[in-house]
């Protein structure tokens, strides 16, 4: 073989390993990247039947309930425009309250209700994430468009 034909097959070889690379590392990438959907997103079936994703907005005042195990929760996430129900089995991270922001990462069943495997909470009386804070302000900006000058609907 001459040279120039292994230096071309050397070249040929390490274009095939750098995409075969490349593959893998965006197809993990794929694979482990979460979205961000509001609780109106997934009413309207925006959000993904069959993926992970995250849902976030406020714990609906009223509606945490827990079963007798101690460790299965259940609760309403809501962004003033709509409401999902969440059940989560786990320990509740501290900060975790009603009316509060809360961020749950899962997928939804077969009924509708999302059902998380993590739920992280706000740290301090200031944080809500960017995704739940603009969420709850374009519901908010929305469901005043729908009501009236005089407060009628």
Known sequence: MKKRHRNLLLIAVVVVALGAIAALVLNAFRS?????????????????????FR??????????????DGVT??????????????????LLPDLFKEGKGVVAEGRLSGNGEFVADQVLA?????????????ALEQAQKAQKTLVSPEGKQ
Request: avoid cysteine.
């Open 122 to 134: 706000k740290h301090d009386e200031n944080y809500m994430p960017p995704e739940a804070a603009s």
């Open 32 to 52: 482990n990247l979460v979205f961000f959907f509001t609780p109106t997103q997934v009413v309207k079936g925006e959000a993904p039947r069959e993926r992970t």
């Open 55 to 68: 849902v976030g907005g406020l714990v609906e005042k009223g509606s945490l309930s827990r079963e007798a």
């Open 73 to 90: 929760a259940h609760f309403r996430v809501t962004d003033t425009a709509q409401t999902i129900p969440v059940t989560y089995k786990g």
